[in-house]
């Protein structure tokens, strides 16, 4: 169930499926191992809808073969705000560069299509492919957090990157 | 490969799952060694369903609450937090909220050390952040006073009087900490001697 509009050349995002509960591995966005019966779980009672507040869910499904690699939380409270998560399958050596090409497809849709005044992503600060996408795309580093997250023996730190849409100018019906 | 965690170049590991328990009881049926620790015994598919089932739903915690007290007489006087707890990266979003009656007098600053101690000391987080609506510039003094630096503001994060307003966030470090409670520990030593 490829969205049209958010379809790449090596990846496109979905919305979440039932069957999503098989590849959990993949998507869910913890270290923790997860059973499929957990996962299932998982699907029905905590996803959130749009808007709900709780995170939505997208899958970053590769284009070649459907599988999942990864996924995307966007978390808003109120429409004009979104925050963005990634979630990389812990098996990839290109999961920046798969990262970098989903965020390509997302900040479009967000800034531009749903016109969120604001979309916030989570970026470390070794993540390069992903940070280059996110400048090419015009995205503000506005916070940095030192030592924020951790990698085998070090810290690196945390950037929040922000997509800022042009002001609303709303006139009355 | 299915749901791997982590992959090697012939196995690889993953989570249990009740599908899994059928396989698992022929292997205690058919066990051929007898020195292990207590020995060969047959398990029930049922048994190891029921356990596969519960491994996964355990949970830490993603945030942790706190009442505030007042010693003297038990009063709630408002509460204190750490949320968005990472366990892997170590790191944890601190929040508080104190009732009117006990602002401005200090023991606000100094339950956020007990929060920031307990951050510190006891769940051995490394890197504690913090977030302020630019206009409370209260809460912006009160976080430099206890360590925190800035860390950059996320722009246009609500309107208020018909402008945007940002949401400014600080972060804080251990070392930092403990040198910002030392000097609070310090004025406090002086009050007590006046």
């Given at each position: ?173 | ?119 510190f000391e006891?769940?051995?987080l490394h890197t504690i ?43 804080l470090l251990r070392e930092e900490w403990l ?16």
């Amino acid at each position: 169930m490829r969205v049209t509009y958010l379809t790449g050349t090596t990846v496109y995002l979905r919305a979440l499926l039932a069957t999503d509960k098989e590849t959990v591995a993949a998507w869910f966005p913890s270290p923790f191992p997860k059973s499929v019966a957990a996962a299932e779980e998982w699907l029905k009672e905590s996803y959130g809808s749009w808007g709900s507040g709780k995170p939505t869910y997208l899958i970053i499904a590769q284009y070649s073969d459907d599988q999942p690699v990864g996924s995307c939380s966007l978390r808003t409270h109120d429409y004009r705000r979104a925050f963005l998560n990634f979630t990389m399958a812990p098996w990839l050596d290109n999961a920046d560069e798969l990262r970098a090409e989903a965020l390509r497809l997302l900040i479009p849709w967000l800034r531009d299509d749903q016109e969120f005044m604001s979309v916030l992503v989570s970026i470390a600060s070794d993540e390069l492919a992903t940070i280059a996408a996110a400048e090419e795309l015009g995205l503000e580093q506005n916070v940095r957090l030192r030592e924020y997250i951790a990698r085998p023996g070090k810290r690196v730190d945390g950037f929040l990157y922000q997509a800022l849409n042009t002001p609303w100018k709303v006139a009355d019906a | 490969m299915r749901n791997p965690i982590m992959v090697g170049k012939r196995v690889y590991l993953r989570a249990f799952d009740v599908a899994d328990a059928e396989q698992w009881a022929r292997f205690a049926a058919e066990e051929p060694d007898t020195f292990m620790y207590r020995g060969r015994q047959p398990e029930s598919p049922m048994h190891l369903e029921t356990w596969a089932k519960g491994l996964y739903k355990p949970t830490t915690p993603h945030i942790i609450e706190f009442a505030v007290c007042l010693r003297e007489n038990d009063a709630l006087m408002g509460n204190m937090g750490i949320e968005d707890i990472n366990w892997i990266n170590r790191t944890g979003e601190t929040g508080s909220f104190l009732g009117a009656p006990y602002r401005n007098s200090g023991l606000g600053t100094e339950a956020k050390h007990l929060i920031l101690e307990y951050a510190f000391e006891r769940l051995q987080l490394h890197t504690i952040i913090s977030t302020v609506f630019e206009a409370n510039t209260r809460s912006s003094a009160a976080l430099a006073k206890q360590g925190y630096r800035p860390a950059g503001r996320m722009r246009r994060h609500d309107v208020k009087d018909g402008v945007y307003r940002d949401m400014l966030v600080y972060d804080l470090l251990r070392e930092e900490w403990l040198a910002a409670r030392e000097i609070w520990q310090a004025t406090q030593n002086q009050h007590e001697a006046e």
